[in-house]
């Protein structure tokens, strides 16, 4: 059984507009059809009779008197939820300003968001450079538009959709209300702006997981700015992520060239390590840019379940003499790798996960992201490392992604750039060290960012998009083949606030303000930028002020929201680090 749509019109001038849609609409679409004026002086207006007359006949409901700011409170509409809500050139009358035709889109979209269904539209139709985004021609500047993404913000919504209203496509349609007067608007160039419900905003929360590591269960709290990074199963057998497309797009490229072999077993993404493995294992990291973790409890393995309580509970450290941190990379891996029972010279062995990394604020750093590893012993008179690499660039060069070379001795290095990101990728080669066959067989490593990677051949704009839980994300990517990303967000609003503070320069670590930034505000920071720094003379201590930007690439975000998510950082911030606000 087919379920009927509900239409509502609000705003109607002569309702020739509703009259020419009800003739276009299938038979399972019931419209309402309103004005602000009573019913008398509706009737007044050239042809309006005859428009409400042909609505009646079609089954359409037409009222009069219906405030668009206050639609729940109309004993008729506040009986239904809406499918689409459609307001055409909406105006406050007479000649009223930018601020107040603001302000009634604002109400109107609010008063939507309470009669609306989850998955409902509301249609807005403006004059050109009216709605104030890049689609205008012109471009209206900030102060002479009426900010229409801005205002449907504050309401929940976003801009999905804005093409040219085409007024040829309803017969009979004729615009009047200009300046209150029986009047048409300018429709040239006028545009139809369709907004959607976007997710509501979520805050970081703590998360606790427990892992095993070798012969232990450790159980630990996740950091809360990377609480929605883990769990997502991105790399799962079912999931038609495009991170995991990507990933198997690349790896169906190397086996022309290689025999590529995934490595199976347990590889958790809490590791016991140390600062110096760091460095033996080549990583240009440094302690401070790794995640140390701090185990809740920590148990043998082999103690049962039921004995557990009487355990006694060891600190980090104590258990296997080292320290406890979130992977940074899967280089930490590649030893394990070549000791499995099945690594095999001549093969590549893949290893895909998710890596965590401390890095600033910005749009092209990534907190969290899923990793490739290849490794490989392979004969070093094929030359593996220039094969590799050709075949990447044949597979890469079209997204503008270019190779540097390195010889550091024996080790030769290939490093992958992109035009916003430095090094999110590099292929190593040194000969295999111990073997009666040394200088015969090489040692190659891939090791590559797959969510950039994913941003630069989907042209996903925001790698945050990546972690969205709005559905409209991966439904992009269900049918296959799959074309450049179309983002369901267009022309997400920004705003920008400075917070300064007094720090002592010896104790601060910039990459804590950033971790604390990034737990209050949710994610909603795009880049965060040190605008001024001073050291005061005498006292010794500093000051720093820091230029947030604010834009989601998901999500509503409303200037009032943005308000709260920085106050709630100034009332963070001195609780987390020892700072004081100016």
Partial sequence: MSIT???????????????????????????????????????????????????????STVLFG????????????????????????????????????RTLLAKFFASCAEVLKDNGEVHMALCNGQGGTPYDNPMREWHNSWQAVAMAAEAGLILSEIHPFDRDK?????CTGYRSQDKGFHVEGAL???????????????????????????????????????????????????????????????????PVCTVIGNFPELLNCCPEKLQSCGLNLTPSDVYWIKPIETHPLNQCEDSMKDCDLME???????????????????QEIMQNEDFSPGTLHALSGLVFQRVP??????????????????????????????????????????????????????WVYSQDVENFGRMTSVPVPGSDFQGSLQLCVLLLNIDHLATLILSIPDWRLLWSADPRFLAHFEPRPIGPFRPFSLYPPSYSHDISFWMEPDSFDELDFHAVVRVATGGAVKDVKLV??????????????????????DRALSHSQVLGLQNQLRRLLPLRLQVTLR
């Fill in 5 to 59: 749509r509900e239409v509502l019109l609000v705003g109607e001038g002569n309702f020739s507009f509703a009259a020419a849609l009800s003739e276009s609409l299938a038979p399972r679409v019931r419209v309402t059809a309103t004005c602000l004026q009573p019913e008398a002086e509706a009737l007044s207006r050239e042809n309006a009779e005859k428009n409400i007359q042909h609505l009646r006949e079609r089954g």
């Fill in 66 to 101: 219906v405030d668009c700011t206050c639609l729940k409170e109309h004993e008729v509409i506040q009986q239904h939820l809406y499918d689409c809500i459609i307001f055409n050139f909406p105006h406050c009358g007479r000649k009223s300003g930018v601020k107040k035709n």
């Fill in 170 to 174: 309803y017969q009979g349609y004729r």
């Fill in 192 to 258: 139809n702006h369709i907004f959607t419900r976007s997710l509501p905003y979520t805050m970081p929360e703590k998360l606790k997981m427990v892992t095993t590591i070798g012969k232990e269960t450790v159980s630990f709290e996740v950091p809360e700015e990377l609480s929605e990074y883990v769990n997502r199963d991105f790399l799962s057998q079912q999931s038609h992520h495009p991170v995991k497309i990507v990933l198997e797009q690349l790896l169906r490229e190397i086996k022309s060239s290689w």
């Fill in 316 to 334: 980090d450290q104590q258990s296997s003499g080292g320290s406890y941190a979130l992977r940074p990379s899967l280089l930490l891996h590649v």
């Fill in 361 to 414: 604020i910005s749009s092209n750093q990534y907190p969290a992201y899923h990793q490739l590893l290849l490794v490989g012993v392979l004969p070093s008179k094929s030359q593996p490392l220039r094969c590799l690499k050709d075949c990447m660039e044949a597979l890469l060069s079209p997204y503008h992604v270019s190779f540097k070379e390195e010889h550091l001795g024996e080790e030769h290095q290939v």
């Fill in 532 to 553: 001024d720094r001073f050291r005061h003379p005498h006292m010794g201590h500093a000051s720093l002020c820091y230029r947030l930007d604010y834009q989601s690439p």
